[in-house]
């Protein structure tokens, strides 16, 4: 669940969750036990999640406790947007691959699924086929000759085709 945060003109935070005025040092605990925040201004409502968390490197930054390379620091401001944009390409790829992977297995699951159901069609035809077999072994003619019988054709459809 997303952690709403409000931001009032004076700059001070409220966590609506807790009902109380909280630091940009708690709000930088709590994303790193892996907490989402959202941060709204008060008097406009505009979202103001990206600049609270910019403000956060910033002052771990001049507090000597930021854990960011430089190198990643250089190159967050050289690309900017584009940074949030390829993530974001990279994760839709990555969704697009796994549904990708999904579409096969899904099929063979329809698939096993019809032929449980043609099996059982099948194993009721056997049954069937037992049970007149039986009856027909017990009627015999009064000839001494066991009755003439007809076998139920059974009928498998496989792809399209039908076999008898």
Known sequence: MIRLIKRY???KLY???ESRYVSLDEIATWIRQGQEVRVMDNASNNDVT???LTQIILDEGR????FL???????LVRIGERAVSTGMEQVQNGVDKLIDRLGPVRRAREEMSSLRGRLEELEASLAELERTDQAAAVAEPHNGRPAER?????RI???GEIQK
């Open 50 to 52: 990206s600049q609270t």
């Open 15 to 17: 966590d609506t969750e």
């Open 157 to 159: 459809e496989t792809e």
């Open 150 to 154: 007809k076998a139920p054709v059974v």
């Open 63 to 66: 507090k000597g406790t930021s």
């Open 9 to 11: 003109e004076s700059r």
């Open 69 to 75: 390379p430089s190198e990643l620091l250089h190159d």
